[in-house]
């Protein structure tokens, strides 16, 4: 399996800060017949399903607005959210699907500060 | 935009089979990768099977056991049975979708889910 790890496990950061989440992949997630790295991030809130925010490490979903973003290739990744709102309270999971059984991060919280 | 809606019992008795039903509206089953994931409660997410085309289906192998995906073309629906189930078993379901990206013919993530259905595992 490859095993995801996400830090920290939680995150307090003020209102319009930067909040920076890491993942890290137990092996390489890019896809080498298409240099895509299959790592989606996720944003789940109590009492709703996860929602996409980004996919092939670095592609926003359709409607996730352009404060989300991801980087990263290989074993390394980030989520970036540029200017925090009180709507991103959340827990933000990671997940590979490059092999079964996908995996998911652990899930970091954040919070406002 | 299609829609995924989870049915089935809330409460299972210990031992006993789990049967859950992810009905899709507005699209088809067909050609794509239909997943089930849990969340156990204060838990983070598990990944279950797929079932691909009514035919090819992939297990987690730490469920691989004990767990059935099917799928019904005819009712646009994929179904999940875990059976001899315990507490540990206790978890919000969700079936979702494996999105693919036309332009490219890559996938990219779990792009349509379900609300989930809580179920519990108790006598």
């Known amino acids: 399996d490859i095993v995801m790890t996400q830090s920290p496990d939680s995150l307090a950061v003020s209102l319009g800060e930067r909040a920076t989440i890491n993942c890290k992949s137990g092996r390489s997630v890019l896809y080498p017949s298409n240099n895509k790295n299959y790592l989606a991030w996720y944003q789940l809130k109590p009492g709703q399903p996860p929602k996409l925010l980004i996919y092939w490490a670095s592609t926003r979903e359709s409607g996730v607005p352009d404060r989300f973003s991801g980087s990263g290739s290989g074993t390394d990744f980030t989520l970036t959210i540029s200017s925090l709102q009180a709507e991103d309270v959340a827990v933000y999971y990671c997940h590979q699907y490059y092999t079964t059984p996908y995996t998911f991060g652990q899930g970091t919280k954040l919070e406002i500060k | 935009q299609v829609q995924l809606q989870e049915s089935g019992p809330g409460l299972v008795k210990p031992s006993e089979t789990l049967s859950l039903t992810c009905t899709v509206s507005?699209?088809?089953?067909?050609?794509?990768?239909w997943n089930w994931i849990r969340q156990p409660p204060g838990k983070g997410l598990e990944w279950i099977a797929y079932?691909?085309?009514?035919?090819?289906?992939t297990y987690n192998p730490s469920l691989k056991s004990r767990v059935t995906i099917s799928a019904d073309t005819s009712k646009n629906q994929i179904s999940l049975k875990l059976n001899s189930v315990t507490a540990a078993d206790t978890a919000v379901y969700y079936c979702?979708?494996?999105?693919?990206?036309?332009?490219?013919?890559?996938?990219?993530?779990?792009?349509?889910w379900g609300q989930g259905i809580l179920v519990t595992v108790s006598s």
């Open positions: 979702a979708r494996l999105g693919l990206s036309y332009v490219s013919g890559s996938y990219k993530g779990f792009d349509q």
């Open positions: 507005d699209g088809s089953i067909n050609n794509y990768y």
């Open positions: 079932i691909y085309n009514s035919g090819t289906t």
